[in-house]
């Protein structure tokens, strides 16, 4: 097998995704690192002026990197960086990763307690800390636990009165943690949340909290103390509650649990024998919470969470006695966006941040400050003037989970990528960015696209499945372009055709819901939509329009039988011939439909196709179904199983394939390009694209000759994460598109 040398770069989109803390080295003015979500470690890099990924190395078979929840930083040597993650997987413990080069390399640790860097609470404070000797891990879960040997073996702190923690801090011979309250509680009141050791951790005592008012609706009362920072005289915490919109009561007391309420700031002095009395210091009372919190030889900085009428960030000059607001929505302070897609024109006239839960002055730059949000970061340089500039500065940051991309074979559009939270976007160029995500006449945007679908012979005329945005100002269901994605129209609900298909229209009309999966024939006159219910391709919902989605109608699906079908079916076009439209089911199941979309038949499949699962959408879909351009009924699958080539041959009425990769080889996502330069891609054999597993080894493949030979076009610390889709380029030779789950949106080139 030929390796190819391949160099990648990243279509660039900027931020996008939630970025839950920062981290100043101490000493050394140039180590600044951030933590995300699903995005893994970032390190910026001062001269150039941008982030750095820390997971490009990351592939499929462990993701736990690209979703850290805390890291710690040694102040002697700033070239040692250590960190906790972990994912969903089940059964999965978490991760420590340690580094001693600044985050080129990394040395693996398991850790004997689960970790969760995208679950409820992640945007709280800073879970892993080391004391210069030993390592603390305040776990989401299972309690304080610490490490005297670099985290090669942890202990379990039995006497700590607490499970779930939020934060673990060493200060002036003090341990602090900061916990949710849960053990303790009685009824739906939490216990204390703050505890501090005055004995190296051998014994704990409650932190006095601020006073709790009751809000009304809430299912879980009381405090949880989210971040702490100390300076030469104080220690500050900082700490929220479950509002009535909470969508969880445990883990769910900030960023994204929907709602938080009674923020607090509390200052304790530090004295000779721990800490003094506390001091309720909160600038500005009122219904929403405080998590950001940082504290700079007498400054101190805060932000709230889930405010009505728009987060705000204020600054104190005397270490909290008085504050000054320094941002809040459009208003007060100044915010400069540099990212189109952030821009208030392109967010109903609102300012875009949100989850805004770490705060931190440049311990080494006077008037430089950074703030978190749920969309990437900002900076300011100016944080002393009367008028503090804000600035997302996300150069190099590509955070965002993109579910599908496309490559046209015509037209203007070089890409057309389905985009988690931001919706679309349509690059004429992968090298800039987009002016804007896909948004209605008011600029309103669209969210979470799952899928689009366009005619070979009018690129421009793009359909959409997408959600409806979090303020409701737009409304999910199909959107469609016929202007090459400048601007786009909501189809009106075809209501009335059953109850069911009604009930879940409505859904889908909501806030942030699944639209499902589209596909248009090759004249572009027949729509057809399968509406998700969740992450389901249910036939039941099949609908079909041959008006271009002025009207719709059920289709029917039917077995081998000839009887009606159950279950999930994921409709897609030939790009060739108008009346034919491919199913694939939930149990590997193969359809056709020959009269448009009306009703699909159940097809024999060929010998050995696997019983995968085709009926899901967004991250829950593991196989890629690509439809050839310029010929009829032919398709390359990737199962998850392995890569196979089919062809629907019409007059016989069934499909003949083979699979194209050994029994043993796997492939996950495939794409279609030009099979050689100069070449016609409609009318040539293709490239084909995928990433896979091939003689034991996992990487990004093409084949040119169907199978015959495989090239691997990538190496080791070229693998991205979570892949979620790929696609070659139709009009370039060489050119493929990644969408990742975890590293954003990238193409790869032969190198030259």
Not at 110 to 116: D, G, K
Not at 485 to 495: D, I
Request: proline fraction near 3%; charged fraction near 25%; include cysteine.
């Amino acid at each position: 097998m030929e390796n190819v040398p391949y160099q990648y770069r990243h279509i660039p989109i900027g931020g996008g995704g939630y970025v839950t803390g920062f981290f100043f080295h101490p000493k050394d003015k140039n180590v600044f690192y951030c933590r995300t979500d699903i995005g893994g470690m970032y390190r910026f890099d001062y001269q150039k002026e941008e982030w750095i990924s820390l997971i490009d190395h990351v592939q499929y078979e462990d993701m736990r990197e690209t979703c850290p929840i805390s890291a710690a930083l040694d102040a002697e040597n700033a070239d040692r960086l250590y960190v906790a993650s972990g994912s969903w997987k089940p059964g999965s413990n978490g991760l420590l990763t340690v580094s001693s080069d600044g985050g080129k390399t990394f040395e693996k640790k398991e850790l004997p307690f689960y970790v969760h860097g995208n679950l409820h609470g992640r945007g709280a404070g800073e879970r892993l800390w080391y004391d210069g000797k030993r390592l603390w891990m305040a776990s989401q879960l299972d309690g304080l636990w610490v490490s005297d040997d670099e985290g090669d073996s942890w202990r379990l702190v039995e006497h700590f009165p607490e499970g779930p923690c939020t934060f673990v801090t060493c200060m002036k011979g003090m341990v602090l943690v900061g916990t949710e309250g849960l053990k303790q509680r009685k009824d739906d009141m939490r216990g204390n949340s703050l505890f501090v050791s005055l004995d190296g951790g051998r014994s704990f005592l409650p932190v006095e909290q601020p006073a709790y008012e009751t809000v009304e609706g809430s299912k879980m009362h009381g405090l949880v103390a989210q971040r702490c920072s100390f300076d030469e005289e104080y220690l500050y915490v900082s700490f929220s509650a479950n509002g009535p919109r909470s969508q969880n009561i445990e883990r769910g007391y900030t960023c994204d649990c929907g709602d938080c309420s009674c923020g607090r700031i509390a200052r304790y002095r530090l004295t000779e024998n721990g800490l003094g009395k506390m001091e309720d210091i909160t600038p500005e009372k009122g219904n929403w919470g405080f998590s950001a919190m940082d504290a700079r030889h007498g400054l101190l900085i805060t932000a709230t969470i889930h405010r009505r009428d728009g987060d705000a960030v204020y600054l104190s000059s005397d270490r909290g006695r008085t504050w000054k607001k320094v941002l809040q929505d459009l208003h007060t302070g100044r915010m400069a966006f540099r990212l189109s897609y952030m821009k208030p024109c392109y967010n109903g006239g609102h300012n875009l941040i949100h989850w805004l839960t770490d705060v931190k002055m440049d311990p080494h730059r006077k008037g430089v400050a950074w703030f978190n949000t749920g969309t990437g970061v900002f900076r300011t340089k100016n944080l002393m003037d009367e008028t503090v500039v804000w600035e997302d500065w996300c150069d190099g940051m590509e955070e965002t989970v993109h579910i599908n991309v496309h490559s046209p074979y015509g037209g203007q559009i070089k890409v057309l990528d389905m985009i988690g939270d931001l919706g679309g976007f349509a690059f004429t160029d992968v090298d800039r960015h987009c002016e804007n995500s896909f948004a209605d006449e008011e600029g309103n945007r669209y969210i979470t696209c799952l899928s689009c679908a366009w005619p070979d012979d009018d690129p421009d005329h793009i359909v959409v499945t997408a959600r409806g945005n979090w303020t409701g100002k737009t409304k999910g269901g199909l959107i469609v372009s016929r202007d090459g994605a400048k601007s786009w129209q909501r189809l009106p609900m075809p209501m009335g055709l059953s109850e069911g298909l009604d009930m879940l229209l409505n859904r889908i009309s909501g806030v942030n819901t699944n639209a499902g999966w589209v596909t248009v024939s090759a004249d572009g006159k027949t729509y057809v939509w399968a509406p998700s219910e969740r992450i389901f391709l249910y036939t039941k919902y099949l609908i079909v329009s041959h008006d271009a989605g002025k009207t719709f109608a059920r289709s029917r699906v039917l077995d081998k039988e000839g009887k009606k079908a159950e279950g999930m079916l994921k409709p897609l076009a030939d790009r060739c011939n108008a009346a034919l439209i491919f199913g694939f089911g939930d149990k590997g199941q193969l359809y056709v439909s020959r009269d448009g979309g009306d009703t699909f038949l159940e097809k024999d499949a060929p010998d050995g196709f696997p019983q995968v699962n085709f009926g899901l959408v967004d991250c829950a879909d593991r196989t890629e179904v690509r439809i050839c351009g310029g010929e009829t009924g032919t398709m390359y699958i990737a199962t998850g199983e392995g890569l196979w080539k089919l062809v629907y041959d019409p007059e016989k009425d069934q499909f003949t394939g083979k699979r194209l990769t050994a029994p043993e080889d796997k492939a996950f996502c495939v794409g279609l390009g030009l099979g050689r330069p100069e070449g016609d891609y409609l009318k040539e054999q293709k490239a084909v694209y995928f990433n896979g597993i091939i003689q034991g080894k996992y990487g990004f493949y093409r084949t040119l000759d169907d199978g015959v030979t495989y090239q691997r076009i990538n190496t080791e610390k070229q693998m991205y994460g979570t892949i979620h889709s790929v696609d070659g380029d139709k009009q370039t030779f060489g050119r493929f598109y990644i969408a990742t789950g975890s590293s954003g949106l990238l193409y790869g080139e032969e190198e030259k």
